[in-house]
């Protein structure tokens, strides 16, 4: 059952990746660009897609937070650590960085692959080579 609803979940986010165009890397760096604000060529509906997945997600954030098994079975994975030290200050420059750079988050870039896109193919190896060298280097 855990892995029929994991498969549910991760279908249902990536549909409404595809729906809300957050694939599209342009559609993204339309929305980062803020010097675009003056001239008209602003993009800010992924705002509005940002403010509905929290609309959505909060309350269960909320109901899951008390609890210590989740719904299917398997301990609570919800993150603890409320420190802002400089790996988590390192680590979302870095993918601020790579956001404004290319357009792709790894959800959207995932999603993306679908389409077999050589850039999207590109992006994705090179964050699971970051992904990896991030493990090494902490294991050293």
Not at 19 to 35: A, C, R
Not at 56 to 64: G, K, L
Not at 83 to 90: F, G, T
């Amino acid at each position: 059952m855990r892995i029929f609803v994991s498969l549910l979940c991760g279908a249902i986010f990536g549909a409404g990746l595809y729906i809300s165009g957050m694939i599209d890397p342009q559609k993204v760096l339309g929305f980062l660009d803020i010097w675009a604000i003056a001239d008209g060529g602003w993009d800010p509906s992924l705002a509005f897609v940002m403010g509905g997945g929290l609309i959505v997600a909060i309350p269960f954030f909320q109901f899951a937070k008390n609890r210590d098994e989740a719904l299917c079975g398997g301990k609570m994975g919800l993150p603890t650590n409320r420190r802002i030290d400089r790996k988590l200050i390192v680590g979302g420059l870095l993918f601020g960085t790579g956001w404004g750079l290319v357009g792709y988050c790894p959800g959207p870039a995932i999603s993306a692959l679908a389409f077999g896109q050589t850039d999207t193919i590109i992006f994705v190896a090179a964050m699971l080579v970051g992904m990896v060298v991030c493990r090494v280097s902490r294991l050293n």
